[in-house]
């Protein structure tokens, strides 16, 4: 392959892979702002659930009694067959015949319960109480042949609380490369009751699924006045090497019940593949100028000189005498004079040296005269 076929696959490989790194980058720049407002918006109320078997039944039936999203894991629910709807809660209820279960990891519950007629007139319902719920949770059961007499109208019921909950989600250069992420639960808790509470509790958790149990912190509220609101953020770290999808779930536990709010999170470590494509290219471009640096290296060095073939050497031909002529007469010419080398004595005598400069005179003592 010519330097110049593999500048032209390298240049097509650039194209390609620029255009994945741009939709890559797209991809994960709209991702984290889109799962943000999602955030905001898909807000939903997690509510513990009841599912029986069937809702026909005669009495001495069994039934089966399942629940899902009841908490805490480890408490126990009660399960009962009560008449007029349970208006009345445990009153309408049969106290003779009653079932109680625990709550397993995931906040599921599993019983069952003979049909038996409560002690007030259909319509009937199983009721699953548990601490902390208000009111319980009733399914409707139909017992054939039980007398049925019309509720009359009651006010329907409300939460305690209201709880509100939204996820802001800063730039993350962690995130992107699989390492934690922190994200702000910003909480509103507004009291929507007749009475004020004064140990209302918060629980916050983190993780996958609509149960998450990952723990991120756990407190007392401040007393929470009738018709007041308060406004809570609480950093929560995802975890590292997290991906998909994180819901972050807070409870907020009054007198009057619980109440429990949750908000995902979106997250993806696609800076690495990113990383990747950019590294790729960065080699691609080095060769092309390799490559391209040698083709000028070629174009600019001159072609040398032809070289021509060797001729073979002929045989010596035999020498033929050639007749001198002898030159016509001429007058000499005069020679000129061949130059005389200049004598000794006419070259310039050299510099006689300086003679060395004489010694200061020596002042010599006189000898004392001699006594005669």
Same mark, same amino acid.
């Given at each position: 392959?010519?330097?110049? /076929?593999?500048?032209?696959?390298?240049?097509?490989?650039?194209? *390609?892979?620029?255009?994945? *790194?741009?939709? !890559? !980058?797209?991809?994960?720049?709209?991702?984290?702002? !889109?799962?943000?407002?999602?955030?905001?918006? %898909?807000?939903?109320?997690?509510?513990?659930?009841?599912?029986?078997?069937?809702?026909?039944?005669?009495?001495?039936?069994? #039934?089966?009694?399942?629940?899902?999203?009841?908490?805490?894991?480890?408490?126990? #629910?009660?399960?009962?067959?009560?008449?007029?709807?349970?208006?009345?809660? %445990?009153?309408?209820?049969?106290?003779?015949?009653?079932?109680?279960?625990?709550?397993?990891?995931?906040?599921?519950?599993?019983?069952?319960?003979?049909?038996?007629?409560?002690? *007030?007139?259909?319509?009937?319902?199983?009721?699953?109480?548990?601490?902390?719920?208000?009111?319980?949770?009733?399914?409707?059961?139909?017992?054939?042949?039980?007398?049925?007499? $019309?509720?009359?109208?009651?006010?329907?019921?409300?939460?305690?609380?209201?709880?509100?909950?939204?996820?802001?989600?800063?730039?993350?250069?962690?995130?992107?490369?699989?390492?934690?992420?922190?994200?702000?639960?910003?909480?509103?808790?507004?009291?929507?009751?007749?009475?004020?509470?004064?140990?209302?509790?918060?629980? +916050?958790?983190?993780?996958?699924?609509?149960?998450?149990?990952?723990?991120?912190?756990?407190?007392?509220?401040?007393?929470?006045?009738?018709?007041?609101?308060?406004?809570?953020?609480?950093? #929560?770290?995802?975890?590292?090497?997290?991906?998909?999808?994180? @819901?972050?779930?807070?409870? #907020?536990?009054?007198?009057?019940?619980?109440? @429990?709010?949750?908000?995902?999170?979106?997250?993806?470590?696609?800076?690495?593949?990113?990383? *990747?494509?950019?590294?790729?290219?960065?080699?691609?471009?080095?060769?092309?100028?390799?490559?391209? /640096?040698?083709?000028?290296?070629?174009?600019?060095?001159?072609?040398?000189?032809? +070289?021509?073939?060797? +001729?073979?050497?002929?045989?010596?031909?035999? !020498?033929?005498?050639?007749?001198?002529?002898?030159?016509?007469?001429?007058?000499?010419?005069?020679?000129?004079?061949?130059?005389?080398?200049?004598?000794?004595?006419?070259?310039?005598?050299?510099?006689?040296?300086?003679?060395?400069?004489?010694?200061?005179?020596? $002042?010599?003592?006189?000898?004392?005269?001699?006594?005669?």
């Amino acid at each position: 392959m010519t330097a110049r /076929r593999v500048a032209r696959v390298a240049t097509g490989a650039l194209v *390609v892979l620029a255009g994945l *790194v741009a939709s !890559a !980058a797209s991809i994960g720049l709209l991702a984290a702002p !889109a799962g943000a407002a999602g955030a905001g918006i %898909s807000l939903q109320v997690v509510s513990p659930q009841v599912h029986t078997s069937t809702q026909y039944a005669t009495v001495g039936e069994l #039934v089966q009694v399942t629940g899902t999203g009841w908490s805490p894991v480890g408490q126990t #629910v009660e399960i009962q067959i009560c008449g007029q709807n349970a208006l009345d809660l %445990s009153n309408d209820c049969s106290q003779s015949n009653q079932y109680t279960a625990a709550i397993r990891a995931g906040g599921i519950f599993y019983g069952s319960l003979d049909v038996q007629l409560p002690p *007030v007139p259909c319509p009937c319902v199983f009721l699953v109480t548990a601490p902390g719920v208000v009111n319980g949770v009733t399914v409707p059961l139909t017992i054939l042949g039980a007398p049925i007499v $019309a509720p009359p109208p009651q006010p329907k019921a409300t939460n305690p609380v209201a709880v509100l909950a939204q996820l802001n989600q800063p730039l993350s250069v962690s995130g992107w490369f699989g390492g934690p992420k922190v994200v702000n639960l910003v909480l509103s808790v507004s009291n929507t009751s007749t009475i004020a509470f004064t140990t209302a509790t918060l629980s +916050v958790t983190v993780g996958h699924g609509a149960n998450p149990t990952g723990y991120v912190v756990g407190q007392q509220l401040a007393p929470l006045a009738v018709g007041a609101t308060q406004v809570l953020r609480i950093p #929560v770290t995802i975890p590292a090497f997290a991906y998909g999808h994180y @819901t972050v779930r807070a409870r #907020v536990t009054t007198g009057q019940g619980t109440v @429990t709010a949750a908000t995902t999170t979106t997250t993806y470590p696609w800076g690495w593949p990113v990383a *990747v494509l950019v590294i790729l290219v960065l080699i691609l471009l080095l060769v092309r100028h390799r490559h391209r /640096r040698a083709e000028k290296r070629a174009r600019a060095v001159p072609p040398g000189p032809a +070289v021509d073939a060797p +001729v073979p050497a002929a045989a010596p031909a035999e !020498a033929t005498p050639v007749p001198v002529t002898p030159a016509p007469s001429a007058t000499p010419l005069p020679t000129p004079p061949k130059p005389t080398p200049p004598s000794a004595t006419s070259l310039p005598a050299p510099p006689s040296p300086a003679p060395p400069p004489s010694a200061p005179p020596v $002042a010599v003592p006189e000898a004392p005269p001699s006594d005669p």
